[in-house]
């Protein structure tokens, strides 16, 4: 099967605006290089500052990379122009983590879910219009439907308003949703609903999905049949199937950031793997350390570690980019694959 979307060697550079440190460049993503395919279910999780909204947004195509190059389909997305343009901005929507920001709020539910739908041609006339939106609504569990529609922002909860967001990307039909943090401002006791509705779009309409999140569970959740790509400092250090990442994790980052997760159960959390990092700090994205960006945090880095940089390669579980990933104790943490 040929990739849907395929990044080489992708790079996103922005001008520093902090003027005391002038002509410097924010290195967001550095050679990030990912492939999804059709009908596929892959969350990219890693700390704030990462770089993973970043590459979400170029996914979408709201930012140009400054660097390498981004396939849809087989082309180069740059040279997209016309009607092949047109396809690839309407066959990846971006669902966006403030549900309220996200929607006009001097405008009904109606009128912003309709808005796409005449820009587009969806649907023609009044009738066919409030038709598709009410077949919308419901698809994504909001029901009854016409009660919505006069609706504006302020007067929904959150999980209601980014199910309006779920509505509006698939109204156009997409082949992807790039879902950047949609539950992080949901209550907690909504999040699952919302994870299920994205599941069942997976399944049901064969959209894949692009889960961005700094939550090791949500993720796990949502892509349990399919990858996880955990970035760190603009790269992405580590990628593979979810259930084989997390029972065997091999970059010490990931294993860290399933050490801070907490445990339920006393006797495995005392029987938790401690990962002791020589420091908490994370680098900075415009001078970030040379070779591998995490071995000032490493316990088991080397001097070869600050001088060469690790490219991802494959290993027994998938990709890793460690230089010493064969070496590191392996993970024992029963609770990480129950």
């Known amino acids: 099967m040929n990739p849907l979307l395929k990044l080489d060697d992708v790079s996103m550079h922005f001008p520093n605006k902090d003027k005391a440190a002038k002509n410097t460049t924010i290195k967001a993503l550095s050679n990030v290089s990912l492939s999804l395919y059709p009908g596929e279910i892959m969350a990219v999780v890693g700390e704030s500052g990462c770089g993973k909204t970043t590459l979400g947004k170029i996914i979408a195509g709201l930012h140009q990379p400054t660097g390498g190059t981004y396939y849809y389909k087989d082309e180069d997305v740059s040279k997209l122009a016309g009607k092949k343009k047109k396809q690839y901005r309407t066959n990846i929507q971006l669902v966006q983590q403030d549900s309220y920001a996200a929607l006009n709020p001097a405008k009904t539910i109606l009128q912003s879910l309709a808005a796409p739908i005449v820009r587009h041609k969806v649907a023609r006339g009044k009738r066919a219009i409030r038709a598709k939106i009410i077949e919308l609504l419901e698809t994504v569990g909001l029901r009854p439907a016409e009660q919505f529609l006069p609706k504006f922002p302020h007067q929904l909860s959150g999980g209601q308003r980014q199910r309006i967001l779920m509505a509006r990307a698939i109204s156009l039909d997409p082949e992807v949703i790039v879902a950047d943090e949609p539950v992080s401002m949901v209550d907690v006791s909504l999040r699952l609903s919302i994870l299920n ?15 961005i999140t700094h939550d090791l569970a949500t993720a796990r959740f949502i892509a349990q049949n399919g990858r ?5 400092l603009g790269r992405i250090v580590e990628l593979s199937s979810v259930g084989k990442i997390l029972e065997n994790p091999q970059h010490p980052y990931l294993q860290a950031l399933l050490t801070a997760v907490p445990i ?13 990092l020589k420091g908490l700090e994370v680098p900075s ?36 980019a460690c230089h010493y990933a064969e070496r590191i104790p392996k993970w024992h943490l029963t609770a990480s694959s129950n």
Request: one cysteine or more; charged letters at 20%; glycine letters at 6%.
């Open 285 to 320: 994205l415009v001078n970030p350390p040379g070779g591998c960006s995490f071995h000032p945090r490493c316990p088991y880095a080397t001097e070869y570690c600050s001088e060469e940089l690790p490219l991802l390669r494959e290993v027994e579980h998938g990709e890793v």
């Open 197 to 211: 509705l994205m599941t069942t779009l997976n399944k049901k309409l064969g959209i894949a999905f692009v889960y």
């Open 228 to 232: 996880l790509a955990v970035m760190y």
């Open 264 to 276: 339920p159960d006393p006797k495995i959390a005392k029987a938790k793997n401690e990962l002791p």
